[in-house]
Structure formats: C-alpha cells, structure tokens
C-alpha cells in the first residue's frame, strides 16, 4: 500500500521471516506437543469456550467486509464480470459459513447470528462508502485483495491441508502416552482432524486490523497503531490457547494455523504491491 512502512513493519510482515518463524516454532513444538497437551487441558474453561465462538467470528466479518469491498471498488477491477461473480459468491460464502459453524456449535443462535450478519452487511456498505469517500480506492481494493485471499485462505486452505494429515485429537485419545502421534504422520481420511487448527487461521485474520488505520485519519498515530497490533495479538493468542484447553489442538495444530494466515497476508500483500495493476 502506498503508506511508507517504518523498519519494524518491514521487518513484521516479511514473507521469508515467517517462514523462519514457522519452522523454528515447528521444531520447539514438536517436541513439547504432548506434555503442553496434558498440561492445559481444561475441558470446561469457560474463558476457552467464549474465545472458541470469537475465534469464529473474524471470518464472516472480513469475508463480508471485503466482498463489499469488491463490490464498491469494482470501477477500477479489470475483470468486472469476474469480480461481481466472486463477489457475490464471497458474499453468500461466508455468510453461509457462519451460520453453519454457529449452529454446529450451538443451533439456539441462528436466528441472532442471522440478524448479526445482516447489520454487518449494512455497517460494511456504510464503512467502505465512508473510506472511499476520501481514499483512494485503488488503495481500498488492493487491501480487500489481500483480505479476501487471506479470508479464503484460513477457511478453505487449513481444511484442505487437514485432509493430508488427519491427525487425531488429543481430547479422543483415550490413552495419551501411547496414543499420541506427531503432526506429520498421515492417518486414514476421518471427519473430524487436528492439524492444522481452523480456529487460529481464522482468528488470525483480525491482523488485517492494521491495513485500515491508513483510511482513518484518527488512527494515523503510534498509539492507537500500537492498539490494533495488541488486539490482533490478544484475538489471535487467546483464540489459539482456547483450543488447546479444550484439548481439540496442539500446540503446533494452532502455530500452524496461526502461521498459514500471517503468511498469507504477508505474502499476499507483496504480491499485490509488486505486480497488480489496476
């Protein structure tokens, strides 16, 4: 984006630092996986179980968010046809998504969850009206660019990846110490696998928090900048020990997922300021 990033921030959103970051992490947990495991479980945190909803929650937000982005910024898109297709299956997508994640959790919410979608809906259109009003909205399309890939990214792509490994939960293991398997051995396709946690790519999606700071003038100050980092960080954090309480991750399930988010959005955000014209 057009905004002059300090040496931090270079630093923070380096694809090639992610990756390092990544695999060190891997190799501390791989180890420690079990024995955190046992540790922390905590079946009936009541902490965990509310951050389990929240970590839900930045998926339909940014999916929403960004698909009406799409929609208000198509006059500079070089594929209309394309991105008003995309854009409404996003739409419907997400949407969709929430509702069914709501209701395998707990079905009485629906109809509030429903309704919640819909003021978002409305709240995004007034927002991105509101940013494009005064910001350039080539800038605005190049931020929905990256939020959407990295949308689709912590919703479709972790449970692609969880179909190569299916490793088993600890909370359905029985017996633990003989049980317990590493997170790169592969086990027959099951319903329900481990690695790596959707929870935590998806709540890393509240990262992209930082990207609007830029469309408002308010923000453009070192506190509240410092503000958005703690938050996604408490989101993020706090969502990824909620799922090894309730020992449904590992300690590397969630690093993973965690990683296959910032990645992307890091990635994604090089890419679009390298090589997208619009």
């Known amino acids: 984006m057009v905004e002059k990033k300090t040496s931090i921030k270079k630093v923070v959103w380096n694809s090639a630092l992610w990756i390092i970051v990544f695999v060190v992490g ?70 969709g998504f929430n509702l069914l994640s709501v209701g395998m959790l707990n079905s009485r919410w629906l109809g509030v969850i429903f309704i919640l979608d819909l003021l978002f809906i409305r709240f995004s259109m007034w927002a991105n009206r509101c940013i494009c009003s005064y910001a350039q909205v080539v800038e ?10 990295a949308t689709l990214v912590a919703v479709l792509g972790q449970t692609i990846i969880k179909y190569g490994f299916n ?5 359905t293991l029985t017996d633990p110490d003989s049980q317990f398997t590493y997170w790169f051995v592969h086990h027959p396709i099951a319903h329900d696998s481990s690695f790596p946690s959707g929870h935590a790519a998806q709540a890393a999606l509240s990262f992209i928090l ?5 469309f408002i003038p308010r923000l453009r100050i070192n506190k509240w900048d410092i503000a958005l980092w703690l938050l996604a960080i408490f989101i993020t ?39 997208y014209k619009v």
């Open 140 to 149: 605005l399309r190049k931020v929905m660019m990256v939020g959407l890939v």
């Open 26 to 95: 891997m190799l501390i947990f791989t180890f420690y996986d079990l024995p955190i495991a046992k540790a922390v479980y905590r079946f009936d945190s009541s902490y965990a179980k509310f951050f389990e909803i929240v970590g839900l929650l930045t998926t339909p937000m940014a999916g929403i968010f960004f698909a009406i982005s799409n929609f208000l910024t198509l006059r500079v898109a070089k594929k209309r046809v394309l991105s008003i297709i995309l854009g409404w299956l996003s739409l419907i997508v997400f949407v």
């Open 167 to 171: 490793r088993p939960r600890f909370i």
């Open 237 to 275: 954090g706090s969502t990824m020990i909620s799922r090894m309480l309730l020992g449904v991750h590992y300690a590397t399930d969630v690093w993973a997922g965690c990683f296959l988010t910032l990645f992307t959005i890091s990635f994604t955000n090089w890419y679009v300021e390298k090589t």
């Open 210 to 214: 930082v990207y609007f700071k830029k």
